[in-house]
Protein backbone atom coordinates (compact mmCIF):
# COMPACT_ATOMS: atom_id res chain seq x y z
CA UNK A 1 0.00 0.00 0.00
CA UNK A 2 3.46 2.38 0.26
CA UNK A 3 3.35 4.11 -2.42
CA UNK A 4 0.11 5.51 -3.52
CA UNK A 5 -1.30 8.63 -5.09
CA UNK A 6 -4.06 10.86 -3.55
CA UNK A 7 -6.31 9.49 -5.77
CA UNK A 8 -5.56 5.22 -4.59
CA UNK A 9 -5.69 6.97 -1.29
CA UNK A 10 -9.08 8.77 -1.50
CA UNK A 11 -10.82 5.73 -3.14
CA UNK A 12 -9.76 3.64 -0.47
CA UNK A 13 -11.23 5.70 2.04
CA UNK A 14 -13.96 6.30 -0.30
CA UNK A 15 -13.71 10.10 -0.95
CA UNK A 16 -12.83 12.96 -3.53
CA UNK A 17 -9.39 14.16 -4.27
CA UNK A 18 -10.85 17.46 -2.83
CA UNK A 19 -12.08 15.74 0.25
CA UNK A 20 -8.56 14.91 0.83
CA UNK A 21 -7.07 18.28 0.04
CA UNK A 22 -9.65 19.73 2.43
CA UNK A 23 -8.76 17.39 5.59
CA UNK A 24 -5.01 18.29 5.01
CA UNK A 25 -6.03 22.22 5.39
CA UNK A 26 -7.68 21.48 8.61
CA UNK A 27 -4.58 19.43 9.62
CA UNK A 28 -6.10 16.37 10.14
CA UNK A 29 -4.07 14.53 7.14
CA UNK A 30 -0.99 14.79 6.58
CA UNK A 31 0.71 16.36 3.34
CA UNK A 32 3.87 13.87 1.91
CA UNK A 33 6.39 16.00 0.80
CA UNK A 34 6.94 15.58 -3.09
CA UNK A 35 9.19 12.55 -3.80
CA UNK A 36 11.30 13.01 -6.40
CA UNK A 37 11.92 8.82 -6.54
CA UNK A 38 8.18 9.43 -8.18
CA UNK A 39 8.71 12.30 -10.28
CA UNK A 40 7.89 14.78 -7.67
CA UNK A 41 4.37 13.03 -7.22
CA UNK A 42 3.46 13.35 -3.29
CA UNK A 43 3.24 9.47 -2.16
CA UNK A 44 0.98 7.96 0.67
CA UNK A 45 1.09 4.90 2.76
CA UNK A 46 -1.10 2.36 5.22
CA UNK A 47 -0.50 5.19 7.89
CA UNK A 48 -2.46 7.37 6.09
CA UNK A 49 -5.41 5.12 4.58
CA UNK A 50 -6.04 4.18 8.49
CA UNK A 51 -5.82 7.96 9.49
CA UNK A 52 -8.59 8.34 6.39
CA UNK A 53 -10.54 5.52 7.56
CA UNK A 54 -10.76 6.87 11.10
CA UNK A 55 -11.62 10.20 10.14
CA UNK A 56 -14.46 8.95 7.52
CA UNK A 57 -16.16 6.15 10.95
CA UNK A 58 -15.94 9.36 13.28
CA UNK A 59 -17.80 11.37 10.80
CA UNK A 60 -20.37 8.70 10.48
CA UNK A 61 -20.49 8.69 14.25
CA UNK A 62 -21.67 12.02 13.74
CA UNK A 63 -18.25 13.92 14.82
CA UNK A 64 -17.54 17.09 13.71
CA UNK A 65 -14.29 17.55 12.16
CA UNK A 66 -12.74 19.88 15.20
CA UNK A 67 -14.05 17.16 17.72
CA UNK A 68 -12.63 14.74 14.76
CA UNK A 69 -8.99 16.64 15.09
CA UNK A 70 -9.14 16.42 18.78
CA UNK A 71 -9.78 13.27 19.20
CA UNK A 72 -6.82 12.29 16.87
CA UNK A 73 -4.61 14.61 18.74
CA UNK A 74 -5.53 12.71 22.25
CA UNK A 75 -4.78 9.16 20.53
CA UNK A 76 -1.48 11.03 21.44
CA UNK A 77 -1.52 11.12 24.65
CA UNK A 78 -3.62 8.38 25.61
CA UNK A 79 -6.15 10.87 27.24
CA UNK A 80 -9.00 8.57 27.62
CA UNK A 81 -11.39 10.93 30.14
CA UNK A 82 -11.29 13.44 27.47
CA UNK A 83 -12.01 11.29 24.73
CA UNK A 84 -14.99 9.54 26.54
CA UNK A 85 -16.12 12.85 27.30
CA UNK A 86 -16.13 13.65 23.76
CA UNK A 87 -18.27 10.29 23.48
CA UNK A 88 -20.66 10.97 25.73
CA UNK A 89 -20.93 14.37 24.59
CA UNK A 90 -22.14 12.80 21.11
CA UNK A 91 -24.15 10.43 22.43
CA UNK A 92 -26.25 13.29 24.15
CA UNK A 93 -26.67 15.01 21.12
CA UNK A 94 -27.80 11.87 19.55
CA UNK A 95 -30.26 11.04 21.91
CA UNK A 96 -32.00 14.37 21.69
CA UNK A 97 -32.17 14.13 17.65
CA UNK A 98 -33.11 10.97 18.24
CA UNK A 99 -36.34 12.38 20.38
CA UNK A 100 -36.95 15.28 18.20
CA UNK A 101 -37.28 12.60 15.24
CA UNK A 102 -39.68 10.49 17.29
CA UNK A 103 -41.58 13.97 18.02
CA UNK A 104 -41.80 14.77 13.95
CA UNK A 105 -42.63 10.79 13.56
CA UNK A 106 -45.58 10.92 15.85
CA UNK A 107 -46.86 14.24 14.30
CA UNK A 108 -46.67 13.08 10.72
CA UNK A 109 -48.14 9.65 11.91
CA UNK A 110 -50.92 11.64 13.51
CA UNK A 111 -51.59 14.09 10.41
CA UNK A 112 -51.50 10.64 7.68
CA UNK A 113 -53.73 9.09 10.96
CA UNK A 114 -55.81 12.13 10.59
CA UNK A 115 -56.33 12.05 6.44
CA UNK A 116 -57.46 8.69 6.46
CA UNK A 117 -60.62 9.34 8.64
CA UNK A 118 -61.42 12.80 7.57
CA UNK A 119 -64.82 12.65 5.66
CA UNK A 120 -64.22 15.71 3.28
CA UNK A 121 -62.42 19.24 3.48
CA UNK A 122 -59.04 19.79 3.02
CA UNK A 123 -56.28 17.39 3.43
CA UNK A 124 -54.62 17.46 7.35
CA UNK A 125 -51.39 16.76 5.86
CA UNK A 126 -51.29 19.28 3.48
CA UNK A 127 -53.37 21.61 5.67
CA UNK A 128 -50.65 21.23 8.13
CA UNK A 129 -47.86 22.36 5.84
CA UNK A 130 -49.62 25.14 3.98
CA UNK A 131 -49.43 27.26 7.34
CA UNK A 132 -47.92 30.34 5.47
Do not use: W
Not at 112 to 124: L, Q, T, V
Amino acid sequence: MAGMTIGKLAASGGVGVETIRYYQRRGLLEEPARDQLYGGVRRYGAPDVQRLRFIRAAQGAGFTLDQIGELLDLDATDDRARARALATERIAALDAKIEELAAARAALARLAHDCANSGGGPCPILAAFDAG
